[in-house]
Nanobody, 121 residues
Framework: QVQLVGSGGGLVQAGGSLRLSCAASGSIFGISAMGWYRQAPGKQRELVARITSGGSTNYPDSVKGRFTISRDNAKNTVYLQMDNLKPEDTAVYYC???????????????WGQGTLVTVSS
């Protein structure tokens, strides 16, 4: 069974920084892409950042230049450095993995449990 365990959320003032981490556990041979989504109250879940196994990244305009995603393939871990946070970044952040190859299965996608980020003005 493959699981994603995220950490690092919390309360921060506007202009501050937080770093999220997410580690995939299980007998994993590889992960095609990892990323972070977020969902604010009353809004749809949206992509925040995505990184492939080769290191290609993409961000929506709303976080470009403020958020940086990175990953450690050997540890099956993805990080999200969030700088210059704004109140509108307040949301539950979910770790996501695509194309997770384990010993017995290929998981098309796996979601983490979510971690709350609150940015006060």
């Amino acid at each position: 069974q493959v699981q994603l365990v995220g950490s690092g959320g919390g309360l921060v003032q506007a202009g501050g920084s937080l770093r999220l981490s997410c580690a995939a556990s299980g007998s994993i041979f590889g992960i095609s892409a990892m990323g972070w989504y977020r969902q604010a109250p009353g809004k749809q879940r949206e992509l925040v950042a995505r990184i492939t196994s080769g290191g290609s990244t993409n961000y929506p305009d709303s976080v470009k230049g403020r958020f940086t995603i990175s990953r450690d393939n050997a540890k099956n871990t993805v990080y999200l450095q969030m700088d210059n946070l704004k109140p509108e970044d307040t949301a539950v952040y979910y770790c996501h993995a695509e194309g997770v190859r384990s010993e017995l299965h290929l998981y098309l996608e796996v979601w983490g449990q979510g971690t709350l980020v609150t940015v006060s003005s």
